[in-house]
């Protein structure tokens, strides 16, 4: 929006973002029709109801089509003085705050990216992603998740992380899990614990028992259908899910 509104280019403005599917009044009079500028100004606010009004899928699937196809005409336009490195900046600036696009979509390139939404049929992604929570641990990982199968080992052998400790808690299928457990362990001299608990619903990764993340679908289904990864940041909340997931720890079943 910042850089399209740039160009100074009301016709580039609304090819944009009515040129994508977001549904807004293009009708101006008055002052609003004086210029490119005030053109742009008062068609700003009605492109943002438009994209608020949006599904998180919905949101996405438009940023996508609106930043692929706002590239594509700065890139015809190159020879403009005015939109010269505009690509650039543009691209430079999603960086700063943790994205890229490629392959004509956005992608998270930052883990520290607070919340991300993965659409139906991102699995590459989705799997990228846990993988770099996991990377950040050092000391100890927590894998909570009912369904919890050699997916999961999958993530874990091409993360560059060696915690001295990895606890599972899973509910479903435990001796099977158990013996795979035991065989990765052995082989990549990592420390597997393995228990059971019926507690949780959700799945959770706590990393050296201070970063807790939530997500909303289990490894081993991750991007088939549309999910979020959140990291719990509110102190209270992180505090009690940490006390509550030791506690089920404790009292958990133990595999033979």
């Not at 520290?112 to 992604?125: A, T």
């Not at 435990?174 to 362990?185: H, Y």
């Not at 052995?186 to 059971?196: C, F, G, S, V, Y």
Request: hydrophobic share 40%; net charge positive.
């Amino acid at each position: 929006m910042t850089f399209a509104s740039e160009t100074t280019n009301a016709d580039l403005f609304v090819e944009t973002f009515n040129g994508v599917g977001l549904m807004f009044d293009i009708g101006l009079s008055g002052k609003d029709d004086y210029s490119h500028s005030t053109r742009i100004r008062a068609l700003s606010p009605r492109v943002l109801k438009s994209y608020d009004g949006l599904s998180p899928a919905a949101k996405l699937a438009a940023a996508n089509a609106a930043t692929g196809k706002f590239l594509s005409r700065i890139q015809q336009l190159q020879k403009v003085p005015d939109y010269k490195g505009l690509p650039e900046r543009m691209l430079n600036a999603l960086r700063k705050i943790g994205w890229g696009f490629q392959d004509d979509r956005l992608v998270a390139l930052d883990p520290e990216v607070r919340e991300m939404f993965f659409p139906k049929g991102s699995q590459w992604d989705a799997f990228v992603a846990i993988r770099e929570v996991i990377d950040k641990a050092q000391s100890n990982l927590m894998f909570v998740d009912p369904y919890c199968d050699g997916a999961f080992f999958g993530i874990l052998q091409s993360s560059t992380a060696r915690p001295k400790a990895i606890q599972l808690l899973c509910r479903n299928n435990p001796t099977a899990l158990k013996a795979e457990a035991a065989t990765f362990g052995a082989q990549h001299k990592l420390n597997i614990e393995l228990r059971t608990s019926s507690d949780f619903h959700d799945r959770f990764l706590i990393v050296d028992q201070k970063t807790c993340v939530h997500l909303g679908a289990s490894v081993n289904h991750a991007g088939s259908r549309a999910f979020m990864i959140r990291v719990v940041e509110d102190k209270r909340n992180r505090d009690a899910l940490i006390q509550a997931l030791d506690e089920a720890w404790k009292t958990g079943g133990r595999v033979p």
